[in-house]
């Protein structure tokens, strides 16, 4: 079985920083396409951001200039720094991956609290 495990999420203050993770276990053929959404309560999930083997990168408008995506392929981990939070940041995130065992599927981590104070 495959899972996606987050860790990181907190607490933090307007202008502060957090560092999500999420490593994938299990039977894994090759991760293509990782990445991070969100959900704000009353709000659907939106696109974080996405990093796909190779390193390409995409962000949300929103985010772009404060959060940085990136992966460790042998270690099967996606991470998200994000710095200069503000509240509207306040959510729950969730890492997604396509993961190849016998065949190609979208992953779900559980997801992980992040909540900015003004």
């Known amino acids: 079985q495959v899972q996606l495990v987050e860790s990181g999420g907190g607490l933090v203050q307007a202008g502060g920083s957090l560092r999500l993770s999420c490593a994938a276990s299990?039977?894994?053929?090759?991760?293509?396409?990782m990445g991070w959404y969100r959900q704000a309560p009353g709000k659907e999930r939106e696109l974080v951001a996405t990093?796909?083997?190779?390193?390409?990168?995409n962000y949300a408008d929103s985010v772009k200039g404060r959060f940085t995506i990136s992966r460790d392929n042998a270690k099967n981990t996606v991470y998200l720094q994000m710095n200069s939070l503000k509240p509207e940041d306040t959510a729950v995130y969730y890492c997604?991956?396509?993961?190849?065992?016998?065949?190609?599927?979208?992953?779900w981590g559980q997801g992980t609290q992040v909540t900015v104070s003004s």
């Open positions: 997604n991956a396509d993961i190849t065992t016998t065949y190609s599927y979208q992953y």
């Open positions: 990093i796909t083997r190779g390193g390409s990168r």
């Open positions: 299990g039977r894994i053929f090759s991760i293509n396409t």
